[in-house]
C-alpha cells in the first residue's frame, strides 16, 4: 500500500474496511455497539485533558437536557403554531445521520462537536422557553 497515491490508498483501505465487515458482521455489530458509550460519555476521564473533560462536560452533561427540552417544545410549536419546520428537521436530520454515520464507522466524542453545536439552538430554545415561563415579570406572556 506504500507505493499507491492518496485516492488509490484510500480506495484500498475502503475495499479492506469493507471486506471485513462482510468476512463477520457479527464481530462488526459487536465492536459498534462497544463504541456507543464512547460517543455519548459526558463525565470526565482520567486520560483526558481539562479542555476535553470540560467539553464533555458542558456538552452533553449540562446541555442535553435543554437540547431534549427544546427539541420537544419545538415539535409542539410547529403543530400549535403552524410554523415552518424546514429549519429544525434539517438541523435534527443533519444531528441524527452525522451520529448514525460515526455510530456505524468509528464513535469518538470528537465527532459529536459538530452535532453538539447544531442542538444547542435546541437548547438555547429550550432554556428561553424555560426562562419566558418561570420569571415573574414574563408571567402572563407566552414565548413567541
Known amino acids: 500500500l506504500r507505493s499507491l ?13 469493507i471486506g471485513f465487515v462482510l ?9 459498534s455497539i462497544r463504541r456507543i458509550s464512547s460517543y455519548f460519555m459526558f463525565w470526565p476521564s482520567k486520560e483526558s485533558g481539562l479542555v476535553s473533560n470540560l467539553s464533555r462536560v458542558f456538552s452533553f452533561g449540562l446541555a442535553l437536557p435543554f437540547m431534549l427540552l427544546g427539541t420537544v417544545l419545538w415539535i409542539i410549536d410547529v403543530k400549535k403554531k403552524k410554523l415552518d419546520p424546514a429549519p429544525g428537521v434539517l438541523m435534527l436530520l443533519f444531528s441524527v445521520t452525522f451520529s448514525t454515520i460515526h455510530l456505524l464507522s468509528w464513535a469518538l466524542i470528537r465527532y459529536r ?3 453538539d453545536a447544531v442542538m444547542l439552538v435546541f437548547a438555547a430554545y429550550g432554556l428561553y422557553n424555560l426562562f419566558i415561563r418561570t420569571t415573574p415579570i414574563f408571567a402572563n406572556q407566552t414565548p413567541q
Open 23 to 31: 468476512s463477520d458482521p457479527a464481530r462488526y455489530i459487536r465492536l
Open 5 to 17: 497515491d492518496e485516492a488509490a490508498l484510500d480506495q484500498a483501505l475502503l475495499k479492506r474496511g
Open 113 to 115: 462537536l459538530p452535532v
